[in-house]
Structure formats: structure tokens, C-alpha cells
């Protein structure tokens, strides 16, 4: 099983849409959680770090459920902009970041 | 322009050569990793930096891969007789050692194709 667990997608949804992605970790030990965005040949760039049970910013919601050991990333109104990767992360101890292999995103007209 | 900047942007090399990479991180962290990413997959961990000290290595980073960080600033990634399986998309991150330490910013990334 891998580490951190993805659906790879693609997500093809139209402008306005909201749009689910979720991800699963293996490490209980994890504390924090982020959502990356990563475009294509671009650096991935931080989205939104989870601390607690979830967190919001704008248009983007981040859902932490340490029972299940599940974390979700919810995008409302969705953007053209918005088309990317969103690589969910679980840090491994207090160093070590551990990615997934990303979701798709792809936001049509 | 204060984030982390990674020199070459992209390298073409031939198998059996050596490269060596350069990353300057954000200016007050003291935290500096190297990831490596190949196509379809997420950035793997190589190695962290807590100032001038390698604190961890991933079973990733053979003996052909040597990174340093010699005064706590930048660090420079080399790769010793490179190999076609070396191709991919070097990134270097930073993050402050302390608060939310976890939070790491990512650099513009060094394309290295091996031919």
C-alpha cells in the first residue's frame, strides 16, 4: 500500500462546479496535512496546510479525518484557473514530506 | 524575487557525466530538502538540511548522489556518472526550523535529461 493514496483522475468538470478529491495516509503518526497545487512543468506550490480537523480558505475547503485516516480537498465555484495537479501530503515524523501521485484537475468552459 | 531559486533550470547530459545542481533557499530558513519527481508521480524525498547539517538521506540518494550545504545558506545536489534512470525534475525546498516548520516552499525545480 502506498503512503499516501490519491485518485489520479482527471477531474473534468465545468466552471462553477464543485469538485471533490480525497486522499488517504498510512502513517497514524502524521500530525498535519497540506494540499499542494502543481502545474504542468511548474514547482508544486502550498494550497492549504490542515492542522486540526479541517480548514478553509475562500473557494477551498480541507477536511481532515484522523479516525479514518482520510483527507479531502473540496473546491467550490470552480475556476479555469483552477486546472492543475492537487498532490495531497502527509509529512513523515518532522521532516519528510510524503506526497501522492496527484489528482487532476481540468475545468472546461 | 525572496523564494527559492534552483540554478540550471534544466540540464542535458550525457550518461556517465556529472552534474551538480544549486539550490539558494528563502533567506531566514534554516530547513533546505531535496525532492526528486519523475512523470505522473508526486516529488520523492532525497535528503534534509537543518542548517549545515545532513540530518536524513532516503534510500533513493545512492552513493553516486552527494548533496552539501557547507555554510547553512545554499546547497549544491551532485550526481556522480549519471544514468538514463537519473532523468527527472530536481526540487529544492526550505522551511523555518521552528512554528510551522512543516510548511515547505518549493523552488522552480532543475529538468535534468540524461541521454
Known amino acids: 500500500r502506498k503512503e499516501v493514496e490519491q485518485d489520479p483522475g482527471p477531474f473534468n468538470v465545468p466552471e462553477g462546479a464543485t469538485v471533490a478529491f480525497n486522499c488517504t495516509y498510512s502513517?497514524?503518526?502524521?500530525?498535519?496535512f497540506f494540499w499542494y497545487r502543481q502545474d504542468c512543468r511548474k514547482e508544486p506550490k502550498l494550497l492549504m496546510s490542515?492542522?486540526?480537523s479541517g480548514n478553509e480558505d475562500g473557494r477551498f475547503t480541507a477536511q481532515l479525518n484522523r479516525a479514518s485516516q482520510y483527507i479531502s480537498l473540496l473546491i467550490r465555484d470552480s475556476k479555469l484557473s483552477d486546472s492543475a495537479t492537487y498532490l495531497c501530503?502527509?509529512?513523515?515524523?518532522?521532516?519528510?514530506?510524503?506526497f501522492g501521485a496527484g489528482t487532476r484537475l481540468a475545468v472546461h468552459p | 524575487d525572496t523564494g527559492v531559486s534552483q540554478n540550471p533550470r534544466h540540464k542535458i547530459t550525457k550518461r556517465g557525466q556529472n552534474v551538480t545542481f544549486r539550490c539558494d533557499p528563502i533567506?531566514?530558513?534554516?530547513?533546505l530538502y531535496w525532492y526528486r519527481q519523475t512523470l505522473g508521480q508526486g516529488p520523492e524525498f532525497l535528503t534534509y538540511?537543518?542548517?549545515?547539517?545532513?540530518?536524513?538521506k532516503s534510500r533513493l540518494l545512492s552513493d553516486r548522489f552527494s548533496a552539501e550545504r557547507p555554510k547553512g545558506s545554499f546547497s549544491t545536489l551532485e550526481i556522480q556518472r549519471t544514468e538514463q534512470g537519473d532523468s527527472a525534475m530536481y526540487l529544492c525546498?526550505?522551511?523555518?526550523?521552528?512554528?510551522?516548520?512543516?510548511?515547505?516552499?518549493f523552488g522552480p525545480g532543475t529538468r535534468l535529461t540524461v541521454t
Open positions: 538540511f537543518q542548517n549545515e547539517a545532513q540530518l536524513e
Open positions: 501530503v502527509a509529512p513523515d515524523g518532522y521532516n519528510k514530506l510524503i
Open positions: 490542515v492542522y486540526s
Open positions: 525546498a526550505s522551511s523555518l526550523g521552528s512554528g510551522l516548520s512543516y510548511e515547505q516552499y
Open positions: 502513517n497514524s503518526a502524521s500530525q498535519s
Open positions: 533567506s531566514e530558513h534554516n530547513r
